[in-house]
């Protein structure tokens, strides 16, 4: 079956970095557009970044943009977030998502189908 496994999260000081993992199974990952999104407390859901393998420049929110990257190894069927610059406003439970069809951009809860259990990100001093 179909598993997203993210790992990375932790305290960072604001300023700092992280770099979040996801490691996907049960899928052709390679075929489907991944994302990240984070969710916080009283705010909802929020969606950071995304990228295909096909080629596609990947998408990042303009909250993030110059901050987070997003990238992908098909061959480790894992997904990356660098994130760097953090600030308070990070804070927020990140999770992975696949899309649902192959090759189809997903940045929103109805075209995707799986999520991880997400891994927590703590900016403080």
């Known amino acids: 079956q179909v598993q997203l496994v993210e790992s990375g999260g932790g305290l960072a000081q604001p300023g700092g970095s992280l770099r979040l993992s996801c490691v996907a199974s049960?899928?052709?990952?390679?075929?489907?557009?991944m994302s990240w999104a984070r969710h916080v407390p009283g705010k909802g859901l929020e969606w950071v970044a995304g990228?295909?393998?096909?080629?596609?420049?990947?998408w990042s929110a303009n909250s993030v943009k110059g901050r987070f990257t997003i990238s992908r190894a098909n061959a480790k069927n894992t997904l990356y977030l660098e994130m760097h610059s953090l600030t308070p406003e990070d804070r927020a439970l990140y999770s992975c998502?696949?899309?649902?069809?192959?090759?189809?951009?997903?940045?929103?809860?109805?075209?995707?189908?799986?999520w991880g259990h997400g891994t927590q990100v703590t900016v403080s001093s």
């Open positions: 998502a696949k899309a649902r069809g192959v090759h189809i951009m997903c940045v929103m809860s109805v075209c995707s189908d799986f």
């Open positions: 049960g899928f052709t990952f390679s075929n489907h557009f």
């Open positions: 990228n295909d393998s096909d080629g596609g420049d990947p």
